[in-house]
Structures are given as structure tokens and as C-alpha cells.
């Protein structure tokens, strides 16, 4: 335990280390949660080589989602102005591809164990998760992800992700687990629909996991729907029906609200031979290439303010949600000790009442037993029975409250709320029903003044956090900020491949022309 306890400290201080020169708020929040932690490890919901920094990523990342062929690779390649992912028509790549800035001259494509094995990555021990839904697939995880690390500049600072496409095979399960784990821990998730496919009532099921699943989350503005490969749709003799086709869908699903994008590859588009027409197609496509390359050019800033959101809530789900359900199942064990010591002793209570009588009646007759005399007229024998006696009672209330707690434990598993860690609230049940610890206390074990006072800091210091963000891309108190898009520009000058320069300049420019 004590070597456990030195590697996360090891992995926190390196974060620090990182983030002291990157983004010194962050460092502050790195701290914050280390009082969150304090808090956790006198409650039991956290072991000692376990810390709430460690749980969220701390790189910005864009997440690509959508079927097969629905341009995800393509529209990568463009994005960071190299072939970096396999293109086709048909499934070219199973895995989910994790691509990160290189300083080497080659791009390398490195196993999945490269991901699983290292803290730094989101997805340290994400073969765990796949093996709770597939037993011993966590195995495999190779067929499952891979790392592509790249010296492309557009890839400096974040983390892009390229998933499987969403039609059923053999791992289905496992996959869709890997993309809720990438949905939560992501800055950006871009869902791309193939145009080329304008049949979305065939896909049903895959609409229902990437717009219904989703849009109703509290994050649910970090999604980008995207109909790729819209150029196909060109010669068609209505193309906007084909746009109203895939809107309708998704309005069914639920969607009614937010940008609904259409683009396309230029570099493998299909000519559009009426010039009216191709120009129609190009503007809009780069309007809207512009707007997404904007977002995914903000991911760092986004990435700043989900951190600070992750604190608060953790410091709000320990005070509002943890401690509530811990007295809930505290009350539950309380009430089921106090019955079992009830019957207890009141069977106790009735059968020295009716040993008494039963003596009573032999003492009338002139019979008592020879050794109840000899107890009698020996108080140290008297005082070594009375012992023992005690003893066996406070065992046998011991066995109870092990007993209640089992129990409840079992309750525990079976009306779990959504979005509570089983293994936390079991630990810090058990830590609050130990022996040692007073049966009455209201609070569960580590729940107290201090507890309560630290708690409260951290929420006062997450509202300076995201006042501090807001002083760096705000400006509240005086004349209006710079547009975001204008910081957008910039970076894309000084990271972007030509692309993306081109298409977030372009969106600038118009902005300014609008006033």
C-alpha cells in the first residue's frame, strides 16, 4: 500500500510539474483536488493509490463517432494535412485510433498496451472495463485500440480519437462500452453520417446510441452532428431533400435544436458540373468546415472549464449524493442492530426469568443444585461466570451488526443510484460499521466538521477558478472580449496544417464583414 500511495503521488507531482509552466490555474485545481481526496480517504471512498486528478483526463480531446465509410478518416487526414488514417469505402480500421503529437520525423503506430499500461492516457486500465463486459477480452485489448503518435503540428495540445464505425460485429458490446468512455471524457465529439447512405430509417439502432443517448446529457453541447460526403448527394435531382431526410431523422430521435453540418472532401469529391451549383456546394461546405475546425481549435479552452466542472462535482456528489445515501444505509443498519439485539436480549431476559422460576420451585422443595450453592458462596467464581457471560453478549452483538451490515450490503447492490461507484460506497459503508466505531453516530466514518469546512473550500476556490478562465478569454467588466474565433485564427496560423489556416480565416473574415 505504501509503495501504491508513492506512485500516485509520483503521478500527481508530475502533473504539477507539467502544468506549472502549461496552465497555472490548473495547477491550483490540481491542489484542490488533493483536499477532495483528504476527504475521501477518511471516508473510505478513495484508497490510498487512488486520486479523483487521476480520473479525468487532463489533455484536451476531440472524439470522432459514426458508421462505417462515413468520411471519419478522411476528414482526419484533411484536418492535420497528412494521410495519417486508412481511407475507403469499406471498414479499413476495427480499433480506436488514439493520435498524439510526436517529435519524431515518422508517424508510428503503437499497440493498444501502449495506452492501458500508461497513467498519462485517458484509457490507463480501460482493459478492466472491457473485461467486465466481456470476460477475458480485456486480454485483447490490441483488437481493441491503438496509439498513432505524429509530428504534425495540428496535433500539439490535444488528443484526436477516430472510432470503429457503429455497424454490429462480434465486439459490439465492448465497443460501445470503449465509446462511452471516450463520449464522457471528451472536449468534442464529432458524429459523422455517411450522405451517400440517405436511408436513416435503416439505421436505427445506431441513431438511437449517437443522437437519443446523448442529447439529453448536461455536456450535450459539445456534440457536432456532421452529414460527411455531401457532394455525392450533387446530382441528385432534389440534393436539399437529401439534408431534410437525415434532419427529420434525427429531429425523431430528438434533435431538434443546434448546428447541423454538411461537408465534404475536396481533394476526393465527385465533380459538380454546373458552376452555380459547385459554387453553392463550396460555400457551404466551407462555412461550415470553418466553424467545426474553430471548435476543435477551442478544445483547450473548453478543456480548462470541464476540469474545473469535474472538481465541482465530485466536491458536490461527496456532500450531496454520497454522504445522504452512507446515512440512508447507516439508518437501515442501525434500525436492523438495535431488532437483533432486541431479540437478543429479551430472549435472554425470558429465559433467566424462567430459569428464576424454575429455581424458585426447586428451592420450595428443598432441591438446589449442588453447584448453584457452591456459586453462591464464591463471589470470584460469580464474577468469572458474569465475564464470561458479558463477553459472549457483546460477541453476539458483534455478530449482529456483521450481520445487518451484510444486510445492507446486499440492499446496497441492488438499489445503487446511477452514477455511484459500487466499490467507493462499499469501502465507506464498511469503514462507518467497523467495531471500533460508535453504532449512533448520524455521520458516516470521516464525515465531519473538517470534512464539511474543506468541501466548502473547494467550491468557493472552483467559482474562482472559472472566474479566473473568464478574465483570460472575457472581459466582464469593460468593453466586450475578442470573438473566440478570432484566438481560433491565431492558433491555427501558429499549429494548423494549410486546411484548416485557410478554412478559420476565412470564417474570421466573414465575421468581420458582418459586423
Same mark, same amino acid.
Given at each position: 500500500?505504501?509503495?501504491?500511495?508513492?506512485?500516485?503521488?509520483?503521478?500527481?507531482?508530475?502533473?504539477?510539474?507539467?502544468?506549472?509552466?502549461?496552465?497555472?490555474?490548473? %495547477?491550483?485545481?490540481?491542489?484542490?483536488?488533493?483536499?477532495? =481526496?483528504?476527504?475521501?480517504?477518511?471516508?473510505? *471512498?478513495?484508497?490510498?493509490?487512488?486520486?479523483?486528478?487521476?480520473?479525468?483526463?487532463?489533455?484536451?480531446?476531440?472524439?470522432?463517432?459514426?458508421?462505417?465509410?462515413?468520411?471519419?478518416?478522411?476528414?482526419? +487526414?484533411?484536418?492535420?494535412?497528412?494521410?495519417?488514417?486508412?481511407?475507403?469505402?469499406?471498414?479499413?480500421?476495427?480499433?480506436?485510433?488514439?493520435?498524439?503529437?510526436?517529435?519524431?520525423?515518422?508517424?508510428?503506430?503503437?499497440?493498444? %498496451?501502449?495506452?492501458?499500461?500508461?497513467?498519462?492516457?485517458?484509457? #490507463?486500465?480501460?482493459?478492466?472495463? @472491457?473485461?467486465?463486459?466481456?470476460?477475458?477480452?480485456?486480454?485483447?485489448?490490441?483488437?481493441?485500440?491503438? *496509439?498513432?503518435?505524429?509530428?504534425?503540428?495540428?496535433?500539439?495540445?490535444?488528443?484526436?480519437?477516430?472510432?470503429?464505425?457503429?455497424?454490429?460485429?462480434?465486439?459490439?458490446?465492448?465497443?460501445?462500452?470503449?465509446?462511452?468512455?471516450?463520449?464522457?471524457?471528451?472536449?468534442?465529439?464529432?458524429?459523422?453520417?455517411?450522405?451517400?447512405?440517405?436511408?436513416?430509417?435503416?439505421?436505427?439502432?445506431?441513431?438511437?446510441?449517437?443522437?437519443? =443517448?446523448? @442529447?439529453?446529457?448536461? =455536456?450535450? +453541447?459539445?456534440? %457536432?452532428?456532421?452529414?460527411?460526403?455531401?457532394?455525392?448527394?450533387?446530382?441528385?435531382? +432534389?440534393?436539399?431533400?437529401?439534408?431534410?431526410?437525415?434532419?427529420?431523422?434525427?429531429?425523431?430521435?430528438?434533435?431538434?435544436?443546434?448546428?447541423?453540418?454538411?461537408?465534404?472532401?475536396?481533394?476526393?469529391?465527385?465533380?459538380?458540373?454546373?458552376?452555380?451549383?459547385?459554387?453553392?456546394?463550396?460555400?457551404?461546405?466551407?462555412?461550415?468546415?470553418?466553424?467545426?475546425?474553430?471548435?476543435?481549435?477551442?478544445?483547450?479552452?473548453?478543456?480548462? #472549464?470541464? @476540469?474545473?466542472?469535474?472538481?465541482?462535482?465530485?466536491?458536490?456528489?461527496?456532500?450531496?449524493?454520497?454522504?445522504?445515501?452512507?446515512?440512508?444505509?447507516?439508518?437501515?443498519?442501525?434500525?436492523?442492530?438495535?431488532?437483533?439485539?432486541?431479540?437478543?436480549?429479551?430472549?435472554?431476559?425470558?429465559?433467566?426469568?424462567?430459569?428464576?422460576? &424454575?429455581?424458585?420451585?426447586?428451592?420450595?422443595?428443598?432441591?438446589?443444585?449442588? &453447584?448453584?450453592?457452591?456459586?453462591?458462596?464464591?463471589? @470470584?467464581?460469580?464474577?468469572?461466570?458474569?465475564?464470561?457471560?458479558?463477553?459472549?453478549?457483546?460477541?453476539?452483538?458483534?455478530?449482529?451488526?456483521?450481520?445487518?451490515?451484510?444486510?445492507?450490503?446486499?440492499?446496497? %447492490? !441492488?438499489?445503487?443510484?446511477?452514477?455511484?461507484? !459500487?466499490?467507493?460506497?462499499?469501502?465507506?459503508?464498511? !469503514?462507518?460499521?467497523?467495531?471500533?466505531? &460508535?453504532?449512533?453516530?448520524?455521520?458516516?466514518?470521516? &464525515?465531519?466538521?473538517?470534512?464539511?469546512?474543506?468541501?466548502?473550500?473547494?467550491?468557493?476556490?472552483? +467559482?474562482?477558478?472559472?472566474?479566473?478562465?473568464? =478574465?483570460?478569454?472575457?472581459?466582464?467588466?469593460?468593453?466586450?472580449?475578442?470573438?473566440?474565433?478570432?484566438?481560433?485564427?491565431?492558433?491555427?496560423?501558429?499549429?494548423?496544417?494549410?486546411?484548416?489556416?485557410?478554412?478559420?480565416?476565412?470564417?474570421?473574415?466573414?465575421?468581420?464583414?458582418?459586423?
Amino acid at each position: 500500500m505504501a509503495s501504491a500511495s508513492k506512485a500516485i503521488e509520483k503521478r500527481l507531482q508530475s502533473l504539477e510539474a507539467h502544468l506549472e509552466h502549461e496552465n497555472p490555474v490548473l %495547477l491550483n485545481v490540481v491542489r484542490s483536488f488533493r483536499e477532495l =481526496d483528504r476527504v475521501a480517504y477518511g471516508m473510505g *471512498l478513495l484508497n490510498r493509490d487512488q486520486s479523483y486528478a487521476t480520473r479525468i483526463p487532463w489533455w484536451p480531446l476531440v472524439a470522432l463517432l459514426g458508421t462505417f465509410s462515413a468520411g471519419k478518416s478522411s476528414f482526419i +487526414n484533411q484536418y492535420l494535412g497528412t494521410k495519417l488514417q486508412q481511407t475507403g469505402n469499406q471498414a479499413v480500421d476495427d480499433k480506436f485510433s488514439v493520435m498524439c503529437f510526436s517529435r519524431e520525423g515518422n508517424a508510428r503506430t503503437l499497440p493498444g %498496451l501502449a495506452l492501458d499500461a500508461d497513467p498519462r492516457f485517458p484509457f #490507463y486500465k480501460i482493459s478492466h472495463e @472491457i473485461e467486465k463486459v466481456a470476460a477475458g477480452e480485456g486480454r485483447r485489448i490490441d483488437a481493441y485500440m491503438q *496509439l498513432k503518435a505524429c509530428p504534425c503540428d495540428a496535433l500539439k495540445g490535444k488528443i484526436i480519437i477516430d472510432s470503429p464505425g457503429f455497424d454490429a460485429d462480434a465486439q459490439r458490446t465492448s465497443t460501445l462500452r470503449i465509446t462511452d468512455h471516450i463520449i464522457d471524457l471528451s472536449d468534442l465529439v464529432l458524429v459523422l453520417f455517411d450522405a451517400r447512405h440517405p436511408e436513416p430509417g435503416a439505421m436505427q439502432d445506431t441513431l438511437q446510441h449517437l443522437v437519443s =443517448d446523448t @442529447i439529453n446529457r448536461h =455536456d450535450s +453541447n459539445k456534440f %457536432l452532428y456532421i452529414l460527411n460526403q455531401i457532394d455525392t448527394t450533387a446530382r441528385e435531382d +432534389n440534393p436539399e431533400e437529401v439534408i431534410a431526410a437525415w434532419q427529420r431523422a434525427l429531429a425523431q430521435k430528438g434533435l431538434t435544436a443546434g448546428r447541423f453540418y454538411t461537408i465534404y472532401n475536396s481533394e476526393a469529391s465527385v465533380p459538380i458540373d454546373d458552376p452555380a451549383l459547385r459554387k453553392r456546394f463550396e460555400s457551404k461546405r466551407d462555412a461550415d468546415l470553418a466553424e467545426i475546425y474553430s471548435r476543435m481549435h477551442q478544445v483547450e479552452v473548453e478543456r480548462d #472549464y470541464r @476540469i474545473v466542472g469535474s472538481l465541482e462535482k465530485v466536491a458536490r456528489a461527496i456532500e450531496e449524493r454520497h454522504v445522504p445515501y452512507l446515512r440512508e444505509l447507516l439508518d437501515r443498519w442501525r434500525a436492523k442492530v438495535v431488532w437483533g439485539d432486541a431479540l437478543l436480549f429479551g430472549g435472554i431476559t425470558g429465559a433467566v426469568l424462567g430459569g428464576s422460576i &424454575w429455581a424458585g420451585w426447586w428451592d420450595g422443595i428443598h432441591f438446589v443444585p449442588p &453447584w448453584l450453592d457452591t456459586v453462591k458462596g464464591h463471589p @470470584i467464581i460469580s464474577g468469572v461466570i458474569a465475564a464470561i457471560v458479558l463477553l459472549i453478549l457483546i460477541s453476539l452483538h458483534f455478530s449482529i451488526r456483521r450481520g445487518a451490515a451484510r444486510a445492507c450490503t446486499r440492499g446496497l %447492490l !441492488r438499489e445503487m443510484p446511477e452514477g455511484m461507484q !459500487r466499490e467507493s460506497i462499499l469501502r465507506a459503508f464498511a !469503514r462507518s460499521t467497523r467495531p471500533i466505531r &460508535w453504532m449512533f453516530s448520524r455521520n458516516p466514518a470521516g &464525515w465531519g466538521r473538517g470534512a464539511r469546512r474543506r468541501i466548502t473550500k473547494v467550491l468557493a476556490d472552483a +467559482n474562482g477558478y472559472v472566474q479566473e478562465l473568464n =478574465d483570460r478569454f472575457t472581459n466582464p467588466s469593460g468593453p466586450g472580449a475578442e470573438p473566440v474565433v478570432e484566438d481560433a485564427a491565431a492558433q491555427a496560423r501558429e499549429t494548423g496544417t494549410p486546411p484548416v489556416i485557410e478554412a478559420v480565416e476565412s470564417l474570421s473574415e466573414r465575421r468581420e464583414r458582418s459586423g
